[in-house]
Nanobody, 130 residues
Framework: QLPLVESGGGLVQPGGSLQLSCTAS????????IAWFRQAPGKDREEVAC????????????NYADSVKGRFTISRDNSRKTVHLHMTRSNPDDTGVYFC???????????????????WGQGTQVTVSS
């Protein structure tokens, strides 16, 4: 089991910034592909960003949903224990519960973002409103 925990959610004004963090107590995350998903009321869950597992000195690939490209940044902390999602130029469509998900390195995917994730956090609420 990988006990993922999200933090950093809250209320942000339109145009504002927020940073979410994903950690797993007792684990480093560099050998896991990590993704951030969000789900708004009445909408399907959406994958907004992912970073592939680190392979040796090579960082994993990074992908973004078109809806957040240029505004959100996913990054790994130098501690290897945290993955951040930095949100900028927020708008009301960014409102939702944000989940962190992880999948261990596989030979099939290597440093790429996988199609599915085995481990999930409980989520943190983000509300963009004035």
């Amino acid at each position: 089991q990988l006990p993922l925990v999200e933090s950093g959610g809250g209320l942000v004004q339109p145009g504002g910034s927020l940073q979410l963090s994903c950690t797993a107590s007792g684990f480093t995350l560099d050998h896991f592909a990590i993704a951030w998903f969000r789900q708004a009321p009445g909408k399907d869950r959406e994958e907004v960003a992912c970073v592939g597992a680190q392979v040796g000195d090579e960082a994993g690939e990074i992908n973004y949903a078109d809806s957040v490209k240029g505004r959100f940044t996913i990054s790994r902390d130098n501690s290897r224990k945290t993955v951040h999602l930095h949100m900028t130029r927020s708008n009301p469509d960014d409102t939702g519960v944000y989940f962190c998900a992880a999948n261990g390195w596989t030979y099939k995917d290597q440093g790429r973002c996988p199609a599915e994730y085995e481990y999930w956090g409980q989520g943190t609420q983000v509300t963009v409103s004035s």
